[in-house]
């Protein structure tokens, strides 16, 4: 099976500017969670999707968004971009939520904030 | 709320020599407990899972976990460590509470040194 995709793998915006990343899980895995990863705050938790649904939130403001398509792709949106939202976007899928089965992770996108 | 310690910055091991990577945890009822590698530039890769059962879990690689409820640990261990297991190790938490949200350590730098 391949992987958990992501695309773009780099992106450099400016201050002000919108985003939109995104992801694919693995073939049948219908749960995908995002995670932002900076040198000071480490991994954090953004959101999970299931089933279209979103799941769980984390603790981010409102800028930051999702969606998941019927097909399990999800896309991951960030508005008026701010310096400190330069890090690497990961997303993970799994077979189920909530269940026994682990994450498998994508290999991120690098947003740059300029 | 979920939350994981990991209490060393950086391991160093010499190439051959037991390798330990500690994690301590903190969650409301039953834990998911995960040990998942980075390589530089990289996603998050699986490494092994405590979900219930033996308290000693064997994953990819040659690691292994133990898991010790009453001191609410999960470390990573692997008797003969090898160069290429440099990479920034992580250990995540979750509740069985009905979602993938997962809370991550701050992360281990290994260095094993040839």
């Known amino acids: 099976k391949a992987g958990v995709t992501q695309t773009p793998r780099y992106l450099i915006k400016t201050r002000g500017q919108q985003v939109t990343l995104s992801c694919s899980p693995i073939?049948?895995?219908?749960?995908v969670s995002w995670y932002q990863q900076t040198p000071g705050q480490g991994l954090q938790f953004l959101f999970e999707?299931?089933?279209?649904?979103?799941?769980n939130k984390g603790n981010f403001p409102g800028r930051f968004s999702g969606r998941q398509f019927s097909n399990s792709r999800s896309e991951m949106n960030v508005s008026t971009l701010e310096l400190g939202d330069s890090a690497l976007y990961l997303c993970a899928s799994s077979a189920s939520s909530g269940g026994r089965n682990e994450q498998f992770f994508g290999p991120g996108t690098r947003l740059t904030v300029l | 709320a979920q939350s994981v310690a990991q209490p060393e910055d950086q391991v160093n091991v010499a190439e051959g020599n037991p390798l330990t990577v500690k994690c301590t945890y903190s969650v409301s009822g039953n834990p998911y407990l995960f040990w998942y590698v980075q390589y530089p530039n990289r996603g998050l890769q699986f490494l092994l899972k405590y979900i219930t059962g033996d308290n000693l879990v064997k994953g990819s690689y040659g690691f292994e976990a133990e898991f010790n409820k009453s001191q609410t640990s999960f470390h990573l261990k692997k008797p003969s460590a090898l160069v290429s297991d440099s990479a920034l190790y992580f250990c995540?938490?979750?509740?069985?509470?009905?979602?993938?949200?997962?809370?991550f350590g701050k992360g281990n730098q290994v260095v094993v040194i040839p």
């Open positions: 999707y299931f089933s279209e649904t979103q799941r």
């Open positions: 995540a938490v979750r509740d069985v509470s009905g979602n993938n949200r997962l809370a």
């Open positions: 073939s049948g895995h219908r749960s």
